[in-house]
């Protein structure tokens, strides 16, 4: 059994599990550091603009990859990204302390984007989309469906931009 120095080193992995190595890549280009501008429509109709940062590592020996996205004021949250390799999906696990708001979804490739679908704490759907993908640049959109609207409200979206190292 390994044995680790810290938490740091027993959480992180140099790259992906081989035995699913394949399977991570829908994810796995986001590996590394990036800059965000990002707009987060309030329900009273407002925006609240900001520039923020979202750094991306693999974890727990290469079978998830985790993320930390901070826009100030807003959020300073994790996602879990878990890859299934019997379902060829990926199981996501968003938790901000900050605003107590927690969520699952079940992401896949749709296309060229990727899509994360699940519900609010309210039942309500909602969809997170990696749209606009370059190895160095993403578009990414969160939506949800309330009440009896039949179409998707965007509720943020972040324009992304891989950190020069």
């Known amino acids: 059994m390994p044995k680790f120095e810290n938490f740091v080193a027993a959480l992180q992995a140099p790259g992906p599990a081989a035995d699913r190595a394949a399977g991570m890549s829908l994810y796995g280009w986001l590996i590394g550091d990036w800059t965000m501008d990002g707009i987060v429509y309030l329900d009273d109709g407002t925006t609240h603009r900001d520039r923020g940062e979202i750094h991306f590592n693999w974890v727990l020996e290469g079978r998830a990859i985790q993320d930390v996205w901070i826009f100030p004021g807003v959020f300073f949250g994790t996602t ?83 950190r020069e190292q």
């Open 80 to 162: 879990l990204r878990v890859y299934d390799p019997g379902l060829d999906a990926w199981h996501i696990l968003w938790s901000d302390p900050l605003k107590q708001y927690y969520t699952r979804q079940i992401g896949r490739a749709h296309g060229e984007d990727i899509v994360q679908e699940g519900r609010n704490d309210q039942g309500e759907p909602i969809r997170w989309r990696f749209t606009k993908i370059t190895p160095d640049s993403f578009h990414w959109i969160g939506e949800r469906k309330s009440g009896d609207v039949s179409d998707w409200q965007i509720q943020a979206e972040f324009f992304a931009r891989r």
